[in-house]
């Protein structure tokens, strides 16, 4: 069962969720679990856990096209096929080149070139680490350098996550591709969200995506209390499980921030979490029958 914890932006508490429902859970269940960071750009997880053991290690390559200025003929087909405006020409100065910055990866533009002047270099775009821990696991994808190619890094990370574990994922936020991806092999969403407009805003482009994509969702809100109530009654209009609220707790986000682990120190909100996968597991059961 592959739990995703999600939020439309930073700062809502997804590593907070995960590495608690994490901690919380993995003691009382048989499965083996598995606590995963997609959150390749900014990994934050391993502050969490106390020695860890030495990694496993798959660096993540990519190929960049490289235009051979010399080869080319200038007809212009690559940057024609190019959907990421990644090719700048400028034919009359007798100059093209690729903007590594914007490229995916995609290949189209050396499928479309027919003068052979594009060829392609591998660049190790980031890695996958894979730490056992007892019977659990934890997995880290990182990217190295800022990029718009999450992909390559959170399929590597997918690849590496058993089927016979429960897996906890920390998805990249927002609500764009790395999302997406993250999302597409979950049996159930933990969209995390914030009391008032803005967190309701927010909200609505995941809930949007995920009906589209057809997956099992609930909301979970955290620091509940901060805020109007207009995010509850949305909820409640449309029918969206809400599977707890995390009141605000100065002591939960000074623990938090100094990488304790806030389960272990308050039975209150180590049942809060339990009670939130057995909520998960009625949902991902439902969807099966
Ligand atoms: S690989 Fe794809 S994104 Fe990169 S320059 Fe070529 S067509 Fe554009
Ligand atoms: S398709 Fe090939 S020949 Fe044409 S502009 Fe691009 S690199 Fe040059």
């Given at each position: 069962m592959k739990i995703a914890i999600a939020s439309t932006k930073g700062g809502v508490g997804k590593t907070l969720v995960a590495v608690n429902l994490f901690y919380a859970i993995k003691d009382i269940i048989?499965?083996?679990?598995?606590?995963?960071?997609?959150?390749?750009?900014?990994?934050?997880i391993y502050h969490y856990i106390k020695e860890l053991p030495q990694a496993e290690e798959v660096v993540v390559n990519v190929r960049i096209p490289e235009i051979d200025q010399n080869a080319c003929t200038f007809c212009g087909r690559c940057v024609h096929y190019c959907a990421f405006d990644s090719i700048l020409m400028i034919k009359d100065a007798g100059h093209i080149k690729v903007l590594d910055d914007y490229c995916t990866s995609c290949g189209a533009c050396v499928y479309a070139c027919n003068d052979n002047a594009i060829s392609e270099r591998t660049e190790a775009l980031g890695k996958v680490s894979s730490y056992a821990l007892d019977k659990d696991r934890f997995i880290e994808g990182r990217m190295y350098a800022i990029r718009p190619l999450a992909s390559p890094i959170i399929q590597e990370v997918n690849e590496?996550?058993?089927?016979?574990?429960?897996?906890?994922?920390?998805?990249?936020?927002?609500?764009?591709?790395?999302?997406?991806e993250s999302v597409r092999d979950a049996d159930f969403v933990v969209l995390l969200a914030e009391q008032g407009k803005a967190g309701k805003r927010n909200l609505e482009a995941n809930i949007q995506l995920l009906l589209n994509m057809e997956k099992r969702f609930g909301v979970l809100i955290n620091k509940s209390g901060l805020g109007d109530d207009g995010l509850f009654e949305y909820l409640q209009e449309e029918n969206i499980l809400v599977l707890a609220d995390i009141p605000y707790n100065r002591k939960y986000a000074d623990l938090h921030s100094c990488g304790e682990i806030i389960v272990q120190q308050d039975a209150h909100l180590k049942q809060l979490f339990v009670s939130v996968f057995d909520k998960i597991r009625a949902g991902v059961k439902e969807g099966q029958a």
């Open positions: 048989e499965e083996a679990c598995t606590l995963v960071d997609e959150h390749i750009q900014v990994p934050n590496h996550i058993k089927d016979d574990a429960i897996s906890i994922i920390d998805t990249p936020p927002g609500s764009s591709y790395p999302f997406a």
